[in-house]
């Protein structure tokens, strides 16, 4: 097991027991248990995390050091039980040592937060220089300890009858009074020095993931100003500084939260929105505060307390002067702190004021959101209905990366685009920006991405229009030609074969040899055959089992299906033309059921809604259908659509096949 993780365990155990030894005194004075709970409290954060790092970065000193800063409260509340104790019962349980070393810890309380600064992210220092900084840290506090410990005097209250444990020379102590004061401002350097570390190693940085951790823990440590602010807020509105408990208990919080994440999951949010809503509420609430703070001066309230009237009315004022100066100056934070956040909304900005002025066009959406994220590999899909995936701008089914390889949206962090509800597009992410950031994004573009969607879905509407008219042409081309060959190789030979027949009987009427009684009959049956057939061409063309409506021309066709067909027909009462192509639909749907699914059953149902009918054909068989050209459900697609109508398919393997039309019918 490695070191780190040993001390940190060992650390919490040392946590633990500093906890168990305030609860003696805490037990003796009600105010002295309800501090040591809140530190206790407050040091969980720390100590659970702190344990956390540790284990999932065993090397790291991170964790150690956030157990050691979870001590911190835990310590001042033991020390007040203590001093609780002390004061009401004059020399129980306060050693010698306790008085004399308790005057100069107040040291120790920076010292793990400011290890902390230097060794944060990666428990090491940024270099060989600073291990003169770990060392005064270190060894500073111990001295000043025992420097206070040597002043002479009585201990402040409640140990001023507690004798001194270290009683130096009176020569020397002018020099330790030198060294005391000395030793303040070498403390303060060094507390400067860590959180110089912290700028020089973010400026080092390379990667984004060092970037983003330092930012998570300088996240952390933000809440500091946010208490200042609250004591500045207790003063104005209470008259005392109650609410800075909040603040610290807030920043006790947040500092090992902040740096749990950014160890372990920092992309778990967008740390520079993060950062950027943080300075801009800051600011504003800083503003507002003093906004309040004058017109409360101005009003004659003094500090505000004076009339409740007066002081709505100005909170009133302030929020109304601050309501647009907010949208200014999170553009401005956002300039310095959250620049890809300002570079996406300007270039969705600057594209629709393009596209309004007819200078671009909303398919460059997707060339300027790369360039405002410097992300080459993000791409803009766009959701069609009945596509199974998004297609670029060009309408081509599927993404491609920029060497025109395929991208996989599922092997990609994706953002969807929503508008109204319904999911419109999706943002697919290459190497940079947030989720949080592409959701920006998406918003901003939600419009730009409809018109670019709608656009597609009229060039294809379009294209299939046109290959529709191609394809109906060269359909009745076809059926031309076909009824021409029926009627020549059929009807028109018989016709024409009987017309030689009759002539050649015609000559031999006279000299007696025919036999006309023989003859007529073979006429006759002639006739019946080539009208046979001309009727077989005629139902080519329109059934004339139509001629008792649609249901009964359905019965008809499922008596010749050999599969078993459950009817619905509530519209039966159909304009001729609607009435035809439902014909066809269920017949062309039914025979190919039957030729390829091999189902043990077919429904056929045909209701009308308003000025809709819908025939939708289902079966149970082995689906997989699909809509090749050529094939008979593109002809019957074509069909359909020729009518104003709309033909949907739905066949998964193994789960049957659904076709749908849904046709107009005006009467």
């Not at 001590?71 to 004059?90: E, F």
């Not at 019965?555 to 619905?568: F, H, Q, S, Y």
Request: hydrophobic share 50%; with cysteine.
């Amino acid at each position: 097991m490695a070191l780190p993780r040993l001390l940190a365990y060992a650390a919490v155990l040392v946590v633990c027991a500093l906890a168990g030894a305030g609860v003696v005194p805490a037990s003796q004075d009600a105010g002295a248990g309800m501090a040591l709970a809140v530190g206790t409290a407050l040091a969980l954060p720390s100590v659970v995390l702190g344990v956390l790092v540790a284990t999932r970065r065993p090397r790291s000193v991170v964790g150690l050091l956030l157990v050691l800063a979870g001590a911190t409260p835990v310590h001042l509340a033991v020390g007040d039980s203590y001093a609780n104790l002390a004061g009401r019962h004059p020399g129980l349980l306060v050693s010698e040592v306790y008085a004399a070393l308790s005057q100069g810890d107040w040291m120790l309380l920076y010292v793990p937060a400011a290890l902390l600064t230097l060794v944060f992210p990666d428990g090491r220092l940024p270099g060989r220089r600073w291990r003169w900084a770990v060392a005064g840290l270190l060894v500073v506090p111990v001295l000043f300890m025992l420097v206070v410990a040597c002043v002479p005097g009585a201990y402040p209250p409640p140990f001023e009858s507690t004798p001194h444990l270290l009683r130096p020379p009176e020569a020397y102590l002018p020099l330790l009074e030198i060294a005391g004061v000395a030793l303040l401002p070498v403390f303060l350097g060094l507390l400067v020095a860590s959180a110089a570390a912290m700028v020089i190693r973010y400026r080092r940085a390379a990667d984004e993931i060092s970037r983003a951790r330092l930012k998570w823990f300088a996240l952390g440590g933000g809440f500091l100003p946010l208490t200042l602010l609250l004591c500045w807020a207790s003063y104005l509105f209470l008259g005392s500084s109650d609410l800075v408990v909040i603040g610290l208990a807030a920043t006790a919080v947040s500092i090992p939260v902040a740096t749990a994440i950014a160890v372990l999951r920092h992309d778990l949010y967008d740390v520079d929105r993060a950062i950027s809503a943080a300075v801009t509420y800051g600011m504003v609430t800083a503003v507002l505060l003093g906004f309040y703070t004058a017109a409360s001066f101005l009003v004659g309230l003094g500090a505000g307390r004076g009339s409740p009237v007066a002081a709505a009315a100005a909170t009133a004022v302030c929020a109304a002067a601050l309501s647009p100066l907010r949208v200014r100056l999170q553009r401005r934070v956002d300039r310095r702190l959250y620049p890809a956040r300002q570079a996406v909304l300007t270039a969705v900005r600057h594209l629709r004021d393009r596209m309004h002025e007819g200078q671009a066009r909303p398919e460059e959406l997707e060339a300027a959101l790369r360039e405002a994220l410097r992300d080459p590999e993000l791409r803009v899909g766009y959701r069609l209905p009945g596509a199974t995936g998004p297609v670029d701008a060009t309408g081509a089914t599927g993404l491609v990366d920029a060497t025109g390889a395929p991208v996989d949206p599922g092997d990609s962090p994706v953002t969807p685009v929503r508008l109204g509800g319904h999911e419109i597009g999706a943002i697919v992410r290459g190497r940079a920006g947030s989720r949080e950031l592409l959701r920006e994004a998406a918003d901003a573009s939600a419009l730009l991405i409809e018109v670019v969607r709608l656009r597609i879905e009229v060039s294809r509407a379009l294209d299939e229009a046109e290959a529709s008219r191609t394809r109906l042409l060269h359909a009745g081309y076809e059926e031309r030609r076909r009824l021409e060959r029926d009627l020549h190789d059929g009807a028109q030979q018989r016709l024409v074969s009987l017309g030689m027949a009759i002539r050649l009987a015609q000559r031999h009427l006279g000299d007696g040899s025919a036999d006309v009684g023989a003859l007529l009959d073979e006429w006759v049956a002639e006739l019946a055959v080539a009208v046979t057939e001309l009727r077989q061409i005629a139902h080519g063309l329109r059934p004339s089992s139509l001629d008792d409506g649609l249901g009964n021309a359905l019965v008809t066709l499922a008596g010749k299906i050999p599969v078993p067909v459950a009817l619905d027909v509530s519209a039966d009462d159909l304009p001729d033309d609607v009435a035809m192509t439902a014909y066809y639909v269920a017949s062309e749907a039914m025979t190919n059921a039957v030729k390829h699914a091999g189902p043990a059953a077919i429904g056929v149902r045909v209701s009308r809604t308003g000025d809709r009918v819908t025939v939708r054909i289902s079966d149970d068989g082995r689906g997989g259908a699909e809509m090749r050209p050529g094939a008979g459900l593109a002809g019957l697609a074509d069909r359909v659509r020729a009518s104003g109508g709309a033909l949907r398919l739905s066949s998964p393997e193994g789960g049957g096949t659904t076709v749908e039309a849904v046709l107009p019918c005006a009467s």
